[in-house]
């Protein structure tokens, strides 16, 4: 009897160290929570349900409305859904959408179930991100999806470095590549591709604040100028953090009033001035749909308003296409946490006549991370008052007052104007911590 408990003992404290050394069988399939919430529902399953590393997974997604019923998905950016697959490491993107692996899509649509395939290249964890979008609504939802087999995949490689060259990938179809598209190969030797240099809107990326990325793209060294829309954007943009916690699926436009070496990286008070008056951060804002793209442009882009949620690294994989190539670059940036609010609120009152400030100060000055409140108001018409840089507006009436209330969270210097007739009419100032 002595001798049977023993053997269980021993079996007990065997199995537990396998379990420990990661002998137990994962869970292929983990959902994660949006970070936006949204009407509409997604859900996937795999085949085989277990994905291995060098073998095809089918990945069928169904979308569902807020009753339940199949959702009526719409075209965005010349696909109806888009899949993002990142692995763990960082260091394999997938950009892949059902309409590449079928010419006809109308059973999917009227069935709200859409499938597409692809070959994890390594075993280990990767996130795979869907974006969607019905007439009212967007769904970006995420799932985590363990692969196994072989090879594995190796810890994140950090490399800083804002300015690198890259491949093209020659295209499959129309904006079609449906392989993996791998770090380890897209880096090559300047003379032999695209030089891609990278600019954040400032010195230090802060979580939560808004900034911009801009891009600038030569080739044998010249500027590339015939850069072509890649799904009806300019620039599509990636972004996941080492946590693989969450994507962001950004885009972006032509940049083509500010030149490159006149937005020195770091020059937060020179952009706070500078980019509303080129490229308006409010009318960007509707980048995720499909704008009107010039045929041609080039050499520099510019990002739609990015938040990144978190501190941390993040890789960055840039998209963007040149004749028939589609070019995919990546970057890291560090992102620092977010600027503690100070608890202190500065309100100003400011009325306008003449489309001058009458009453008030024409420059606000406040500390970074005060609460800023500026009410105005116009004694000869309607207008709309418009904080630059941080894209902060309100309309008002005739001889009604109105006002905006945000966090300085970015210093610099930031121009205030009426909107509608285009003057500048003073200043916000914000003295950094």
């Known amino acids: ?25 994962s869970v292929p399939l983990t959902v994660l929570t949006p970070l936006e919430k949204s009407a509409l529902k997604a859900s996937t399953v795999l085949a085989p349900e277990q994905p291995v590393a060098g073998e095809t997974t089918k990945l069928t997604f169904t979308f569902t ?59 280990g964890k990767y996130i795979v991100a869907v974006d969607v979008m019905s007439d009212a609504e967007t769904l970006a939802q995420q799932f985590l999806v363990n692969v196994t087999g072989s090879p594995s995949m190796g810890r994140v490689k950090d490399d800083m470095s804002l300015s690198k060259c890259f491949k093209g990938y020659t295209q499959e179809a129309t904006d079609e590549y449906t392989k993996p598209f791998l770090v380890a190969d897209m880096e090559v030797a300047c003379s032999d591709g695209y030089k891609i240099t990278l600019a954040p809107g400032s010195s230090k990326i802060i979580a939560g604040a808004e900034t911009l990325l801009r891009l600038h793209v030569e080739k044998g060294g010249k500027p590339v100028t015939d850069l072509a829309p890649y799904l009806s954007a300019p620039i599509h943009f990636a972004i996941v953090p080492e946590s693989l916690a969450f994507t962001l699926h950004r885009h972006g436009s032509v940049d083509e009033t500010l030149a490159s070496d006149d937005m020195a990286m770091g020059d937060q008070q020179a952009m706070a001035m500078k980019i509303d008056d080129h490229v308006s951060m409010e009318g960007m804002e509707g980048m995720h749909h499909d704008d009107d793209v010039p045929t041609a442009f080039g050499p520099d882009l510019i990002s739609e308003p990015i938040a990144f949620p978190q ?123």
């Open 65 to 123: 409305d807020e009753s339940g019923n199949p959702a009526a998905l719409v075209l965005h950016h010349a696909r109806r859904v888009h899949v993002v697959i990142i692995s763990k490491d960082l260091a394999t993107l997938g950009h892949i959408h059902p309409q590449d692996f079928s010419s006809d899509m109308a059973p999917e649509v009227k069935s709200g179930v859409y499938s597409v395939e692809y070959a994890f290249p390594e075993a």
């Open 311 to 433: 501190p941390g690294k993040y890789r960055v994989f840039v998209q963007m296409k040149h004749g028939a190539e589609i070019i995919t670059a990546d970057f890291m940036v560090d992102v620092a946490q977010g600027i503690a609010g100070t608890g202190v609120t500065k309100t100003f009152d400011l009325t306008v006549t003449g489309k001058k400030i009458v009453s008030g100060s024409s420059t606000l000055t406040v500390n970074q991370g005060d609460t800023v409140s500026i009410t105005v108001t116009d004694t000869d018409e309607g207008e709309e008052l418009h904080v630059h840089g941080y894209d902060k507006s309100v309309e008002f009436e005739k001889g009604e007052k109105a006002t905006i209330t945000f966090v300085a969270s970015a210093s610099g210097r930031f121009p205030f104007e009426l909107e509608n007739s285009k003057t500048d009419i003073g200043a916000l100032e914000v003295m950094p911590q």
């Open 1 to 25: 009897m002595k001798s049977i408990t023993t053997i269980i003992l021993v079996l007990i404290v065997l199995g537990g160290a396998w379990v420990l050394l990661g002998g137990a069988k």
